[in-house]
């Protein structure tokens, strides 16, 4: 007959023996004998037997005290990431360069490339990136990089380069536009006017291609001056302008192209599409 020997025990079995079988044959009934002895000895142990609630090797008396203990490790082990993602990215947006205070930071990967959402909330992960590889980016810049990088197939790389001829170089003022008194709204229908200026800028997002049916689009003015919005809901003012001053954006498109503007210094030729 073939017999099985339990590891560290010689005596002959039929069958391997489960751990509670084997403790119930030499008599521990469970506990190891180190846990037998300190408990006979009444000393004190951080193992994981005896009465209370445990988390870890910690023993606690009551259930909410062993549920408090987790979440306040749970609390300072995030604490100890949020510090460790600072020390490495910084605490300030790369191109608007708001704080960590006033708004929430991302952080961007230069080449563009897409990652795991959880990797910057590792350990072990964050210790392993090479920081010259990754910034710190506010949620509205992060989203204006990456419009960027699709529609005009930006690098990080031509990126740093606009914010350094921004430092250097003085901002360009913007003029205000004033509406003159005679472009009051007139008899026609908000339909009427709303055709008259897609006839005049067109029916589709200069960038995304997005038209009237898909999502709402707006009037920009290629210069970046401001203007009143009545400007161009106006029949007797849409007909004075000029349509090569003017485009059709969708909403979003609109916003990043005010972002570029105001933080990069580009002009509408250095952002229209090729």
């Known amino acids: 007959m073939d017999y099985k020997l339990i590891k560290y025990r010689s005596f002959p079995v039929k069958d391997m023996c489960s751990q509670k079988e084997v403790a119930e044959r030499f008599g521990l009934k469970g506990a190891s004998p180190v846990q037998r002895v300190f408990k006979e000895q009444g000393w004190k142990t951080r193992g994981r037997w005896g009465d209370g609630a445990t988390y870890g090797r910690r023993q606690f008396a009551t259930e909410k005290e062993r549920e408090s203990a987790i979440k306040e490790r749970g609390e300072h082990r995030q604490q100890e990431l949020k510090e460790l993602r600072e020390n490495l990215f910084g605490t300030e947006c790369r191109v608007c360069g708001v704080s960590k205070d006033e708004k929430t930071l991302a952080i961007h990967r230069k080449d563009f490339q897409g990652h795991e959402h959880n ?102 003015r290629k210069d970046g001056r401001p203007h009143r919005d009545s400007l161009v809901w106006s029949e007797s003012s849409l007909k004075s302008l000029n349509p090569d001053e003017w485009t059709a954006l969708c909403q979003k498109c609109h916003r990043y192209v005010h972002w570029a503007e105001e933080n990069f210094g580009l002009s509408w030729d250095d952002l229209k599409k090729k």
């Open 119 to 220: 990797k910057f909330w590792k350990k072990c992960t964050l210790e392993s990136l090479n920081p010259d590889n990754y910034a710190a980016l506010c949620i509205q810049c992060h989203r204006g990089v990456h419009w960027m990088h699709k529609e005009h197939s930006t690098s990080w790389a031509d990126i740093e380069k606009h914010l350094q001829e921004k430092t250097s170089t003085t901002a360009r003022t913007k003029e205000s536009f004033v509406l003159q008194e005679n472009a009051s709204q007139t008899g026609k229908s908000k339909q009427e006017i709303e055709e008259l200026r897609k006839s005049l800028f067109g029916r589709d997002c200069h960038f995304c291609g997005d038209n009237y049916e898909s999502r709402r689009l707006t009037i920009h």
